[in-house]
């Protein structure tokens, strides 16, 4: 069965500074990988997806990630944070017809 | 384009009543559905999943129930809730053999 793991539950960082929130999946071979992006009392929404190909995924708002096999990571990454990025990130893992949730990383910005 | 639907929003219940939440999926047919709760501060919970009409997979045994009458309907029922139900409840549905999953706006528990 596989497993993810955000080892970071909060995280704060000054607006228009970089970031970089973690993720470390278990699984036997390459899964599928996703972050999503949760603002308070509302609902999940992707952010970005890996399956196959480039390492490097670009996703929404400015967002990228970069698959490392090595490392068995999946790591979301901003170049300058903005104070509305303030949110719950989600990372989850497909895989054997079953997806995976991390307990989440809250994203606090600093003015 | 696909919309997914849930209501009601916020909803305060009393120890053991019934409940009933709905969710409803437009622009897709044949679609995955799935019930989570999160709890205040914490990861998504997996309570109930389902690959077609009358098909229901149960995760976590507990009083909640689930249910699939209509391809794009999903409910999710308890005959008599308890103070450990309340949470926020999201549905979300998924392409069939795919794992991008697509949320709804959640609906707010309380049991008092």
């Known amino acids: 069965a596989q497993s993810v793991t955000q080892p970071d539950i909060h995280i704060t960082v000054s607006e228009g500074a970089s970031l970089e929130l973690r993720c470390n999946y278990s699984y036997g071979a390459t899964p599928y990988l996703f972050w999503y992006v949760q603002s308070p009392g509302q609902g999940l929404q992707l952010l970005l997806k890996?399956?196959?190909?480039?390492?490097l995924v670009q996703g929404i708002k400015g967002f990228e990630a970069e698959f490392k096999r090595s490392q068995s990571s999946f790591n979301l990454r901003k170049p300058s944070v903005h104070w509305s990025d303030a949110a719950e990130y989600f990372c989850a893992v497909g895989a054997a017809g079953k997806s995976t949730f991390g307990d989440g990383t809250t994203l606090t910005v600093k003015p | 384009s696909q919309t997914i639907h849930q209501w009601p929003a916020t909803l305060v219940q009393p120890v053991g009543s019934p409940l009933s939440l709905e969710c409803t999926v437009e622009g897709t047919s044949n679609p995955n559905l799935y019930w989570y709760r999160q709890a205040a501060g914490r990861g998504l919970q997996l309570l109930f999943y389902?690959?077609?009409?009358?098909?229901i997979s149960s995760e976590v045994p507990q009083n909640l129930s689930a249910s699939r009458p209509q391809d794009r309907q999903f409910i999710l029922s308890s005959k008599k809730l308890l103070l450990s139900d309340s949470g926020f409840y999201l549905c979300?549905?998924?392409?069939?053999?795919?794992?991008?999953?697509?949320f709804g706006p959640g609906t707010r528990l309380t049991v008092t």
């Open positions: 979300a549905w998924s392409v069939r053999d795919t794992y991008e999953q697509y």
């Open positions: 389902s690959v077609g009409i009358g098909q």
């Open positions: 890996y399956f196959s190909g480039d390492t």
